[in-house]
Nanobody, 117 residues
Framework: QVQLVESGGGLVQPGGSLKLSCAATSIFKVYAMGWYRQAPGKRRELVAGITVGGDTNYADSVRGRFAISGDVAKNTVYLQMSSLKPEDTAVYYC????????????WGQGTQVTVSS
């Protein structure tokens, strides 16, 4: 069974940076991968997506601060987060599927990112 495994979460001060990583336990074919996040009491939302061709998309709230990269064909994706704000605090989930703007079938277990002084 394919699993997505995230790493890199943690506690960071406002204005700081953090890089999340995601890799699959075995290679499987998908068109896109992405990052979602869910804060307490809020809906899970798309943060950024990337296609196998390298096209990317971002939520307005993170555009210019976050950068998604990786190799979708090898099922690896990264999220470089800069200029972090307290409102970025959430559990971040890796996702894989057929559309960079819509959640696919495969999810990671999530990694906590906390932005606080």
């Amino acid at each position: 069974q394919v699993q997505l495994v995230e790493s890199g979460g943690g506690l960071v001060q406002p204005g700081g940076s953090l890089k999340l990583s995601c890799a699959a336990t075995s290679i499987f074919k998908v068109y896109a991968m992405g990052w979602y996040r869910q804060a307490p009491g809020k809906r899970r939302e798309l943060v950024a997506g990337i296609t196998v061709g390298g096209d990317t998309n971002y939520a307005d709230s993170v555009r210019g601060r976050f950068a998604i990269s990786g190799d979708v064909a090898k099922n690896t994706v990264y999220l470089q987060m800069s200029s972090l704000k307290p409102e970025d605090t959430a559990v971040y989930y890796c996702n894989a599927g057929d559309d960079p703007t819509t959640a696919g079938t495969f999810w990671g277990q999530g990694t906590q990112v906390t932005v606080s002084s």
